[in-house]
């Protein structure tokens, strides 16, 4: 998790780059309006489920919020299944209810950082408790293609599971919200947006993430970020993550 305050931070008003987590952002300021990316916009506290399009983030001068990435492993008992959110972008409340806005008004009546994260961590922590948990071998699946860098193929994935190839795809698909293909070209998306921030050509990109070649590399990034390599490699979105996450990008570029 990370926290941002204010427009110093560079966050407010940044369209949202798809990344292979489910995004949980509780606005603490009170002023965070949400662009879901389908010309609707929402206010206060909300979830990204995987690959939202076109989403964007706006805040004012007192704008301060705790963003949360959670594997959807992990989404899915903290939140409910991912599957029912897919790429969209929905009211915390929807999800929470009442508690939503209880974990709110607390994480705006503590004086620090340290003690908002231990806040959110605490009651995350309860709710994946007593959450429903994926089928062991949807989870082991979803590692697989994180830690392949989305590099596997899903009848590999099945047969490593002892499940059907049409079994792991239908549960898979219902418990984390993609079907395992587009799951793993979301991984490899991800691991390519990092690279090209961290300037490498778009030739290097390409052949190190898996695709065959750059067009190919040029109509995924278009499809999940809505902008072309060049446009991604300069995205204020991925400057930002350099400084609230930077393993992911450190771990990136190795």
């Not at 959110?85 to 950082?113: F, K, M, N, P, S």
């Amino acid at each position: 998790m990370a926290g941002f305050s204010d427009q110093a931070t560079g966050v407010a008003g940044l369209r949202v780059v798809p990344h292979p987590a489910v995004m949980l952002v509780v606005d603490i300021g009170g002023s965070l309006l949400v662009d879901d990316g389908s010309g609707s916009q929402r206010r206060g506290s909300m979830v990204a489920g995987l690959a939202p399009v076109g989403a964007a983030g706006h805040g004012s001068q007192d704008f301060e919020c705790l963003q949360v990435r959670l594997s959807p492993v992990v989404a899915h008992a903290v939140l409910g299944s991912c599957g029912e959110l897919g790429g969209t972008v929905v009211a915390l409340e929807d999800l929470w209810g009442r508690e939503a806005e209880r974990i709110q008004e607390r994480l705006r009546e503590a004086v620090t950082w340290a003690d908002r994260f231990a806040i959110a961590e605490a009651a995350l922590a309860r709710r994946k408790e007593t959450g429903r948990a994926v089928d062991p071998e949807v989870g082991f699946a979803w590692g697989q293609l994180v830690a392949s860098r989305g590099r596997v193929r899903v009848d590999r994935l099945a047969a490593e599971a002892g499940w059907s190839r049409k079994r792991l795809w239908s549960r898979f698909q219902s418990q984390i919200g993609l079907t395992p293909k587009r799951a793993a070209r979301l991984v490899r998306f991800d691991h390519a947006a990092r690279l090209l921030a961290a300037g490498h050509s778009a030739a290097t990109v390409a052949a190190d993430s898996g695709f065959a070649d750059q067009s190919h590399l040029h109509r995924d990034v278009v499809e999940f970020a809505g902008m072309t390599p060049a446009a991604m490699a300069v995205t204020p979105f991925l400057a930002v993550d350099d400084v609230a996450w930077p393993d992911a990008l450190s771990a990136a570029r190795a």
